[in-house]
């Protein structure tokens, strides 16, 4: 039996060695091996690049040109720094990010050696509708483990989740269909009867009615997971003296309203008024770009997303690159007012 | 508790440590509470379905052996009639109700359907049969009946076999918990190594072959032909890397114990014909058929209509038994007319001058034939409905001449055309060239394990060769398996 043990025990040795080594030099290489978290590593470069990346900008799709007519394809991260270049920005942008996989980010950043000096949040306000917040492939479960976990811990990932000692599926498919839909505070459906609408051939007046209250008008809760994600991140982010530049990101509103009426907007209104109200209360200023951003800046097919032309992403941009400024000169104000107050006494 | 499952990898050596630290008078105890624990993982009040079936059965065994005449066949029809009875509501009742209902409906009668809302507890139908064999073989005189009625428990229960098989008879395992095993190195390994390459073969193989089939099945007619083909190639290699790597983790697990499991599984896939096929596929369940069904039924020692009844009934019955479909009935109908249809040839064959088949050309058409009807036939029991298993069947066909065509004719834009058909549910051509890749791997394993038995072929190498496979081996479980929940799929039945 000694003989077994003993064995078996260099087996593991040798085991857990090989793993550390391909996980650290060949999984990076090779994406069948790797959990398939590709855009992480970004992270990393751009905190070792401290000087170069001082301000990091998270965020969905959004951020990016999609809109096969632009002739300017520059991201909206990319018109800051071009309209100020003292932004100097790092974009973790990616399809579907929300403020789940934003909290990993600032924890992995609070433990790491180099932080930057800001973090631009962009908030959609349909990442807090069950079709995203429930959707299973924007549940970015591998990326929060890597972000939350300890490196040596990562390396062993993707043997654990193919032992079921990580989950990497809390939210089935199943669940997602099964979750309840709200405009206000009254249920209208389950998100399958949506998500089987939108595969309809005919996009209808209705469906696409339907698919704004789906969107955006299911009464927003101060407790909803993701704000309290936004809280933990202003918690973090003031303890590490990191500025936070929070803004809600522009929706096709006018389209919302000539759809649904009114009451869209007031709805909406009401919902970035619990975003900003929990911002207010962590002492992070609100910039509320919901509205700013009128129907022809947009470019969505029949179905409402959030996707801007050049003219949308310029708006937001120069709104961005105003909020940012004003914010500098009221913390060195601040600062200076401080500063002023120490040496007086 | 799932053999590719976390929970497994602690469970499994902290059972076996304790196994052989344990005095023997203690192990049978040992093994039938991991063997509860191991069941109650999955629904822990559905034990005690269990344990109702294992009392009727302990007590049924012990009156047969008793009496005599009369009373001796009525405790074997009670005993047959109350565990069937289990299985009959748990895994047929919403079947029958719907049929039922359907019935009713064509024949414009009102009859709402009343369905069972319970989950199928698992291997229910692996453990009944085990539990029916045992009654059988003790009516039959060819086994004494268990007086230990935990001993009897832990032969319906004992874990590596619980869920899945094999099926064991009473023969060959209940004196095997009487028993003393002693820790042997070479019998530790040899079952540690079975377990490895179970392990691969569901892990590296059935589960990255799963990722196409599903996604090709589930929305199957949104694909034609040649993808059909591929997915329904790749499943019946999914289901073989599930069904044999599942029976390599269980056999290998009791042979580190000390205890011998039947195999369950002879390289099917290089079968010659139909019969030889069922000769080495489940073999525990194939034989079980054979010893209480067909043979009761009377065999091959009938009249020639009633020999071809006696094939098909057996493999009609044995798709009923993979599962409540009519899928399944299907698929069963369908190898009991092969094998009907082969006995027929192979009977008749003498009046027919045809030559034996010798030539390698000869045998290798052969297998491809044979593998080409298994595989029609899987269509059956992996599509999800009739509708779309006979959309499947048809394209697969279509698939195959496309193929056939593509190959005898060597037209590059038909080979373009397919290669591109077989990566349509990929993400890219690389993907493809890792199945192709997979499936290369696992043929060359397979051909070394048919002629010389891989695990034993691997022994014989020198220290630095096996090491070396070992560790290979071992990374590509832990790293190119699938990131998430794989059950087995026997562990369904």
């Known amino acids: 039996m000694r003989k077994l043990f003993v064995r078996c025990t260099v087996l593991i040795l040798i085991l857990v060695l090989s793993q550390v080594l391909l996980s650290r030099y060949l999984v990076p290489n090779v994406p069948m091996l790797t959990l398939g978290i590709p855009g992480i590593g970004k992270l990393d470069t751009y905190l070792n690049l401290h000087e170069t990346y001082s301000t990091l900008y998270f965020g969905d799709s959004i951020i990016k040109a999609y809109a096969p007519s632009d002739y300017d394809a520059r991201s909206i991260a990319e018109m800051v720094t071009a309209q100020d270049p003292t932004i100097k920005i790092g974009d973790m942008s990616s399809p579907g990010y929300g403020l789940n996989i934003f909290e990993a980010m600032v924890t992995y950043i609070s433990h790491a050696s180099k932080k930057p000096d800001a973090i631009i ?66 249920q209208i459906g389950t998100v399958g009867i949506f998500e089987d609408k939108a595969r309809q051939h005919t996009i209808t007046d209705d469906i696409v009615k339907d698919f704004y209250q789906y969107d955006y008008m299911g009464q927003l809760d101060s407790n909803h997971r993701k704000l309290l994600s936004l809280q933990n991140i202003a918690n973090m982010a003031n303890e590490h003296d990191i500025h936070l530049y929070v803004y809600i990101t522009p929706i096709d509103y006018e389209q919302g309203v000539q759809y649904v009426g009114p009451i869209f907007k007031q709805q909406v209104k009401a919902n970035t008024d619990v975003v900003c109200a929990v911002l207010k209360k962590e002492g992070v200023p609100c910039l509320n770009l919901v509205f700013s951003v009128g129907s022809k800046n947009f470019e969505h097919g029949l179905l409402p997303n959030e996707h801007m032309k050049e003219s949308g992403r310029n708006i937001v941009a120069d709104e961005l690159v105003r909020f940012i400024t004003s914010q500098r000169k009221q913390s060195t104000q601040g600062s200076a007012q401080a500063y002023g107050v120490a040496k007086a006494r | 508790m799932l053999f590719n499952s976390f929970s497994f990898l602690v469970f499994f050596p902290v059972v076996t440590i304790a196994y052989f630290a344990l005095p023997h008078r203690f192990r049978w105890a040992l093994l039938l509470a991991a063997s509860c624990l191991f069941y109650m993982a999955f629904i822990p009040y559905y034990i005690l379905i269990l344990l109702v079936t294992i009392l009727i059965d302990y007590y049924a065994g012990i009156k047969i052996e008793d009496e005599t005449g009369k009373r001796k066949k009525v405790y074997l029809i009670v005993s047959i009639v109350s565990t069937c009875l289990v299985l009959a509501v748990f895994k047929y009742f919403n079947f029958l109700e719907l049929n039922v209902s359907a019935l009713a409906h064509f024949l414009h009668w009102n009859y709402s359907p009343t369905l069972l809302a319970i989950v199928l507890p698992i291997g229910l139908s692996f453990h009944t049969f085990q539990s029916l064999s045992y009654v059988i073989e003790v009516y ?19 874990y590596p076999q619980l869920v899945a098989g094999p099926i064991e008879r009473p023969q060959n395992l209940l004196h095997q918990f009487y028993e003393k095993h002693s820790f042997d190195y070479s019998r530790v390994t040899f079952g540690l190594q079975r377990m490895m390459w179970g392990f691969f073969k569901k892990i590296v ?89 067909y043979i009761p039924l009377g065999g091959n020692r009938v ?191």
């Open chain 1, 121 to 186: 949040i962009p908030i959609n306000m349909r990442s807090f509708s069950p079709q995203w917040d429930m959707r299973p492939e924007y549940q970015f479960e591998k990326e929060i483990f890597f972000l939350t976990h300890n490196k040596f811990v990562f390396y062993f990932g993707k043997p654990l989740s193919i032992f079921q000692a990580v989950n990497f599926e809390s939210v089935t498919s199943e669940m997602f269909r099964g979750t309840p839909v709200f405009s206000g505070k009254m």
């Open chain 2, 140 to 158: 039959r005189g060819e086994q004494k009946a268990e007086r230990n009625f935990g001993i009897y428990s832990l032969y319906v229960m004992f």
């Open chain 2, 205 to 293: 193989i059935a589960d990255n072959l799963a990722f196409y089939v599903d996604k090709v099945y589930k929305v199957a007619p949104e694909y034609s032909g040649v993808t059909l083909l591929t997915a329904t190639i790749f499943f019946a290699i999914q289901i073989y890397c599930d069904f044999s790597g599942y029976s390599d983790i269980a056999i290998g697990s009791a042979q580190v114990m000390g205890f011998r499991l039947m195999d369950n599984f002879k390289n099917p896939y290089f079968s010659n014909s139909i019969q030889e096929f069922w000769n080495r596929w489940h073999i525990s369940l194939s034989t079980w058929f054979k010893d209480y069904l």
């Open chain 2, 303 to 493: 009249i020639t209509i009633r020999w071809i009844f006696n094939i098909v009934v057996t493999f009609l019955i044995s798709g009923l038994w993979h599962g409540a479909n009519w899928t399944f009935v299907v698929w069963g109908l369908l190898h009991g007319t092969y094998l009907a249809v082969y006995s027929l040839i192979k009977k008749y064959r003498a009046l027919i001058p045809i030559p034996p088949i010798t030539s390698i050309y000869g045998k290798f058409g052969s297998k491809l034939l044979t593998f080409f009807l298994v595989v029609i036939a899987w269509v059956f029991f992996r599509a999800p409905t009739m509708r779309d298993a006979l959309y499947i069947a048809k394209q697969s066909l279509y698939g195959i001449g496309t193929v056939m065509y593509s190959v005898f004719t060597l037209n590059v834009q038909t080979l373009n055309d397919i290669v591109s058909a077989m990566s349509k549910p990929l993400p890219s051509l690389l993907y493809l060239a890792c199945y192709i890749g997979i499936i290369g791997v696992f043929f060359c394993l397979e051909i070394i394990d048919h002629k010389r038995g891989i695990i034993p072929y691997i022994r014989t190498k020198q220290t630095w060769f096996r090491w070396t496979i070992y560790i290979l081996i071992a990374l590509a479980i832990m790293n190119l398996g699938v990131a998430r929940e794989t059950p087995f799929i026997y562990y369904q039945f």
